[in-house]
Nanobody, 123 residues
């Protein structure tokens, strides 16, 4: 049974920071690229960031470059998304995903998904 469990969501003021965590089970974690996506109300899911299985390569959406950091701890089967300088536009449900095709850093076509974590940045 594959499970991705997210935590760390919540309410944060504009300009503040938040760190999301996603812990996986049921997969050889280090063999999967791990990504973060978000979906705002009434909008399509969008790519945020992805990190390679060993943590050596990362990719970010242009909208979050310089403000967000992705990292992983393979000993804990956990991937993190550190979000700084949060804006109201970042309000969304954030999902982590696991991508078995770990040769490239894909921005879609992930194999498994977490349940989502709400992040709210009030205006």
């Amino acid at each position: 049974q594959v499970q991705l469990v997210e935590s760390g969501g919540g309410l944060v003021q504009a300009g503040g920071s938040l760190r999301l965590s996603c812990t996986a089970s049921g997969i050889p974690f280090s063999f999967y690229n791990m990504g973060w996506f978000r979906q705002a109300p009434g909008k399509e899911r969008e790519f945020v960031s992805v990190i390679s299985g060993g943590g050596g390569r990362t990719k970010f959406a242009d909208s979050v470059k310089g403000r967000f950091t992705i990292s992983r701890d393979n000993a804990k089967n956990t991937v993190y998304l550190q979000m700084n300088s949060l804006e109201t536009e970042e309000t969304a449900v954030y999902y982590c995903g696991a991508d078995r095709r770990n040769t490239e850093l894909h921005t879609n076509a992930y194999d498994y998904w977490g349940q989502g974590a709400q992040v709210t940045v009030p205006s």
